[in-house]
């Protein structure tokens, strides 16, 4: 093609046609360009088409890492609902009798809560040094906010949790004054890791008498009282995160399917 290019032009210079001869190079500059200019839209596109694909491929994770969170969710929101529930019960009774001082021990509830959100992917996106998702930039958006700030909501609502019963639930320092740890209690705290039952010097009744004492005192009733809004305010954040995971699932499942 070349060759037939130059005989061309050989033959117009040899006919000393140069008006003819500067139309052709003219047109023969066009055609490059116009090469040129495909080449670089076929490069485009297939770049495009690669950086699409691998879109994709974030978001098929994203999907995995949103599914992990929501079981976490589900399962911090059960469990605070069985807390919730056990406090509303024990908030609501007049007298305690000694057959309930199991649940008595389970409303007094000293655990705080840790949760974090599994954003692995999304920060695989933000250190590949392409924030924004080709071809999904709503979606993009939309995953900046869940993973920015749904999680500032997440860490300082746990960060909170955490102070709160670490710094101002002491009401098991008032206790250890008075009631020695039973086996059950033992395994509570140990979360399944105690395997032995210990003797305990103390009688069972007297333990269970002093127990209710303290949760009748207005020290174990405000210590209640701060659990069940503590934990009140805690669902209400894995509910909204849930939702929102939820709904981030549910678009990124349609986006992929078309």
Do not use: C
Request: glycine letters at 4%; hydrophobic letters at 35%.
């Amino acid at each position: 093609m070349i060759k037939f290019f130059r005989q061309i032009r050989q033959e117009l210079l040899s006919e000393n046609k140069i008006w003819k001869y500067l139309k052709y190079a003219l047109g023969e500059i066009v055609l490059v360009v116009i090469g040129i200019l495909i080449a670089l839209q076929i490069n485009n596109w297939n770049d495009n088409r690669k950086e699409l694909m691998r879109s994709k491929e974030y978001l098929e994770e994203i999907v995995k890492d949103l599914k992990l969170d929501t079981t976490n969710y589900n399962f911090s929101i059960a469990k605070l609902s069985s807390d919730i529930a056990i406090e509303e019960w024990a908030l609501s009774q007049s007298t305690y009798s000694i057959n309930q001082m199991d649940s008595v021990w389970k409303s007094f509830g000293g655990f705080y809560w840790e949760n974090p959100m599994n954003d692995r992917t999304f920060q695989k996106i933000q250190n590949s040094g392409n924030s924004t998702l080709l071809g999904f930039e709503p979606l993009s958006d939309e995953l900046t906010f869940y993973y920015t700030e749904m999680r500032n909501l997440l860490d300082s609502y746990t960060t909170w949790d955490k102070r709160e019963v670490t710094q101002r639930q002491e009401y098991m320092r008032d206790l250890e004054h008075v009631i020695e740890i039973s086996n059950y209690q033992l395994a509570i705290l140990g979360k399944g890791l105690v395997k032995k039952n210990f003797e305990t010097r103390q009688d069972s009744l007297q333990i269970k008498s002093l127990s209710i004492d303290f949760i009748n005192s207005t020290r174990g009733r405000n210590h209640l009282k701060n659990n069940y809004t503590r934990h009140l305010r805690l669902k209400n954040v894995f509910e909204r995160l849930n939702q929102n995971a939820l709904s981030l699932i549910a678009k990124i499942e349609v986006e992929l399917a078309d």
